[in-house]
């Protein structure tokens, strides 16, 4: 009796000190102002302009978001300005989204994003982005069918980089990119147009400086170069005369589309020729014609090897001129210059000296697509 008595006692007291620190820890969360996003656009007088999203944990409250902005010289002194003018102690361990107005960017981002990178409050998984209007109006603006803005931001670029969509934003790559003599970075770039906050490409830097922006569509040749596909979704354009159509009467269509999922890629890179830069690039695609706007007979193998090789010429037409417009930028967002430093033992290469060497370097392009299934039916 004595030893269940005991026992019972030990249950009891432990329960009563689970419950005791279970209800300390609430209130504790209670009191805690957690940034999920943050936005910096610069301000006057070399001020710097920090908007912070937070998250509200209270389940009465009407908002689930609070936002906070002030201007200050450091991006530790806005920290510090947004805490004074919160009722709650702002912390930045839930941060997920940096959104950089494209104006900072253009400025330079390495005293930025060193102050993010050295802070052991922020967390490992921090999405960067640069935005085309301030970040002040993108992360203020009432959405009518937004509750959080900045969870909105952390899963529209979480879900677009795991369907493959755009090029990967971790706050890690950016600056392990800003360090690499041979590769220059890139960051997704987002539009706000009226009440909807779009991802529209991405912004290509030029060391920590924001050169110039690609469309969303030129992004997936960027991230076909750069890495793998294991599940990504194209859309074609092709010349109609390009392809057998069934049906006479849509011969007169300038343009026939199809797209392709369920990619799976594989890209290699090798140098030609060191005196003059020169690359060959063989990128192989295995797909599903998942829909094509023009009446073929897929039943027919000559059809659809008719439809790769037009494949192959789109897709080879798109990567040569993406990479005639990053020469045209001195960018070098797919890493040629780490390829031509791996292959040419003691090149001396340097940030400059790349710099100067790939708007004039070579490529060949050469594109070998495989269409695995096309879904049709006996």
């Known amino acids: 009796m004595r030893k269940n008595k005991a026992m019972r006692t030990a249950a009891l007291l432990f329960l009563t000190a689970a419950l005791t620190v279970g209800c300390l820890h609430t209130k504790v969360l209670e009191r805690l102002g957690l940034v999920i996003a943050a936005g910096l656009d610069l301000a006057p007088g070399d001020q710097i302009k920090g908007t912070s999203v937070l998250y509200e944990i209270d389940p009465e409250a009407k908002e689930r978001s609070n936002v906070i902005s002030s201007t200050a010289y450091t991006v530790k002194g806005v920290r510090m300005n947004n805490n004074v003018e919160s009722r709650k102690m702002l912390v930045s361990g839930q941060l997920r989204v940096l959104l950089l107005h494209e104006d900072m960017a253009k400025k330079g ?63 890690h790559e950016f600056v392990r990119d800003l360090d690499s003599p041979g590769q220059d970075a890139s960051l997704p770039y987002i539009v706000q147009q009226k009440n909807e906050i779009r991802l529209q490409g991405a912004a290509l830097f030029r060391g920590d400086k924001m050169a110039g922006t690609i469309p969303l569509k030129e992004v997936l040749y960027l991230r076909l170069l750069k890495k793998r596909y294991t599940t990504g979704f ?104 780490n390829k031509y430093r791996a292959s040419v033992r003691h090149s001396g290469m340097t940030i400059e000296k790349w710099r100067e060497m790939y708007p004039k370097a070579k490529f060949r392009v050469e594109v070998t697509t495989n269409l695995l299934r096309t879904g049709q039916t006996d």
């Open 109 to 171: 981002l390495s005293s930025i994003v060193d102050t993010f990178t050295r802070d052991p409050d922020i967390g490992s998984v921090v999405y960067l982005a640069v935005s085309q209007q301030p970040t002040f109006d993108i992360l203020t603006r009432r959405y009518p069918e937004i509750s959080n803005v900045g969870e909105y931001l952390f899963q529209t670029i979480k879900q677009n980089m795991e369907s493959e969509q755009t090029i990967s934003s971790m706050l």
């Open 234 to 337: 194209f859309e074609l354009t092709l010349p109609q005369e390009a392809i057998v159509s069934q049906d006479r009467q849509l011969e007169k269509k300038e343009r026939t589309y199809l797209t392709l999922d369920s990619i799976h890629s594989k890209t290699n890179i090798n140098v030609l020729d060191s005196d003059q830069p020169s690359f060959l690039v063989k990128v192989k695609i295995k797909a599903r014609l998942l829909e094509i706007s023009v009446p073929v007979d897929l039943r027919n193998r000559n059809h659809i090897k008719q439809i790769e090789r037009e494949v192959n010429k789109a897709i080879k037409s798109s990567i040569e001129k993406l990479l005639q417009k990053t020469q045209k930028l001195a960018v070098d967002p797919v890493g040629f210059g």
